[in-house]
Structure formats: structure tokens, C-alpha cells
């Protein structure tokens, strides 16, 4: 009886941590550049649950970060991790590595705006290779 318990502590666990990784992201926004023929500009809303991350990516865009609410932890390869709360920002090239996205707090949701600029058509978010 007790190993059942234990196991379905486990199963429970290991899939409330599956579930907090996955953001949730919202496109709110999508608009060409006719100054910058190819490019466009897109606005997303990320709403991380707590303990919740993204694996490591790139963006290739110019992409801004804008916190509203909770806090998050960044890094670009090659620069500092920063935890960001609240009116802060932080910025990613188009040749960033993005090795840390994660929500800072274990019970609170982390929620921010990124304004990217980027290829028409290209995906937002790309694996890192």
C-alpha cells in the first residue's frame, strides 16, 4: 500500500512539473513594416505558471521583453543571468541564444510582453541549435 502511494506521489508531481513548464503565449498583435519591406512586427503575451520555463531557443528578430507582472530570470549566451520584475526590460538580438526563460517564483505566475521584429512570416520562436 505504502509503494502506491509513493508512486502515485510521484506520478502527480512529475506531471504537475510537466504541466507548469508549457507558457502560455497570445499573439496580440501582427503588423507589416512598409518601411522595412519583409519585416513585420509582432507582439506576444507570455504567461508563465509558476516554476514554469521555456527550453533554451532564438528568436532571430529583434525581440524586446516587457514585464507586467510576477518576476522572470533571463540569459543570452554570452551575458548575465538578470531576474526582471515588473516596468523592467530586456532585449535579445537576432543571433541570441536564449538559454534562460523561466519564471522566478514556484507559486506565483510571471506575465510579460515581447515586441519582436522579424522576418514576414518567419516563426517567432525557434529551438537553439
Known amino acids: 500500500m505504502m509503494t ?3 508512486a502515485l506521489v510521484l506520478l502527480c508531481l ?3 512539473v510537466a504541466m507548469a513548464q508549457t507558457a502560455k503565449v497570445t499573439e496580440l498583435m501582427s503588423k507589416d513594416l512598409p518601411e522595412s519591406p519583409g519585416k513585420e512586427l509582432l507582439v ?3 504567461e508563465h505558471a509558476p516554476g514554469g520555463s ?3 531557443h532564438r528568436h ?9 507582472e510576477g518576476s522572470a530570470v533571463m540569459q543570452v549566451k554570452g551575458g548575465k543571468e ?3 520584475t515588473p516596468g ?3 532585449y535579445e538580438g537576432p543571433n541570441d541564444v536564449h538559454l534562460v526563460d523561466r519564471n522566478a517564483s ?5 506575465k510579460f510582453v515581447v515586441f519582436m521584429i522579424k522576418d514576414k512570416g518567419a516563426p517567432a520562436l525557434l529551438p537553439a541549435e
Open 106 to 110: 514556484s507559486t506565483k505566475p510571471a
Open 54 to 56: 521555456n527550453p533554451v
Open 60 to 68: 532571430n528578430a529583434h525581440a524586446v521583453v516587457y514585464m507586467l
Open 82 to 84: 538578470v531576474t526582471l
Open 88 to 90: 523592467q526590460t530586456f
Open 14 to 16: 512529475m506531471s504537475g
Open 4 to 6: 502506491r502511494l509513493v
Open 44 to 46: 506576444l503575451a507570455v
